[in-house]
């Protein structure tokens, strides 16, 4: 049977507590014995939860923006350099079981509504695009707020439990 | 010199006044005119807005969600199919000046999203997806609501004069 | 009704010959009311093919591998940006009625072999990349061989005829 | 370290000898302790390819031309669907230290056309798109013939170690 896979979004640059949840969804997925993917890059939240699932001994994987294959993150089992640009943004949606939010600007926030758009359930984490902007991503949302990694984690494992994945 | 670009982005089914904005708005942007740029689809905002640029004169380019061409919406004069899915969606944004944005959903959202994130102006037509998802977006983003769209044109006109094209 | 669509492919870097070859073809596609369609970049058998539709008129649109609209060619009118490297390659495909390959590398017979795949007729103009390639493209393979410009302005518009486009 | 990743390209539809190569070559893969990269459907040579890997106990990753994770094929182990059609056959060059292609169409000489401008090597499996078409696709090509699964690897492996990778 294919792999259970968390995608995990976020910005490019982060502050120090969501780098902290970063790396911490990311071992509690590893844990979890599911596979991380992420946009796969070095920086803030992708090369955060990578380390946090690395050093926990999962599988990551990386759909890379760029070109170059030397741009993944320490910690990347499987890089797929893409050259894409944005245009991954859905690879990394339509790849995942469930997405985990973290805080982000607008690549992130165009993965959220692209998560809604496809049916993929988003667990947002210490993370919060207003009501307003969720609501209008589809007809049937499915999304949850969390404060802590801990909390987010048991949302995932509650989506994959209603997906029949665990 | 190159074409002046207006991206009108919006749901692929949509309620009457959406529809009347989306008309409305598409004519209003061959009368100034510019091109307008959208997923070219035959259906909701995308068709209205080319059937008013269309039978005002004006320009219309569609970059198509799918490979057949045969999709494409009646007016359509450049027709791209991509076959890429939701991964053209940046071509839209990347390929217009400003960005209109019609009541949507995710699809529409993840649009914003990246006009934000990429510097595109977004002038938001009927239709609010908030201020915490719209902040979110970018350092320093560019957008504004319009509630006509003789409001909204007034609005695209502001964003082309700043950025010199008019 | 849609605009007929003919695509210009060809090396990045070119010799003499072939810039002459591009810039005739662009030309002469121009002539005869036809939109060229090429990847859109300031360099090789795009610049020159841009710039002979161009200079006699015709309307030119550009799908370019860079994220950054400044790369487009001198003398395009439609400027889509796409950030998606070689991905965007199918667009230009797809987006053509018939595809004129120039003598190029890698990029180019990677798009000859698409148009093969998708069925778009492509005219080789002083390039012949080998009957076992081209004939591995697809069952039913719709390609010519071309010497001079004038020579494969007559093919395409053979083919544009067979397709009820002329 | 990140896996080492073999890609394997092929027809949708393939005879019975092409069909025992790709599912030799998938268990040599696995054999080595390599990935096997692939476009992941249910069909021909990435079918049988994956099937070899994954009765080798390999692991298995697919990048899909579709929307629908339900179309990758049986034993995958990681499935990627992009909706991208086409364009995401530069994730699967651009995935992979070395590309091995066994018979197919147009999609395939795509893919080898772009190894080839990106400098990923490529192991042809009884597979002989001509020297025109190869030589065509860069300055500096790296590719052999193989005529059995057995050589194959053994061609990938040589590229492997020059790459630093075994």
Redesign the interface.
Known sequence: M??T?VGVMGGCTADERTLHHAREIGRLIAENGW?L?SGGRQTGVMQASITGAHEAGGLT?G?LYD?D?EL?ADG????????????????NV??SDVVVACR????????I??????GRPVVLLD???????LE????EVKYSLAETPAEAIQMVAGYLKELGRI
């Open positions: 294919r792999k896979i596979t993917l994987v759909v070109e294959r993944g990347l089992d499987i890089v797929l350099p893409t050259g894409m640009g944005a245009a991954r943004n859905i690879i339509l790849g982000g600007t607008g690549g992130t926030t165009s993965e509504a692209l998560a809604l758009r496809f993370f919060d695009p207003g009501q307003a902007f209008a991503g589809a007809s």
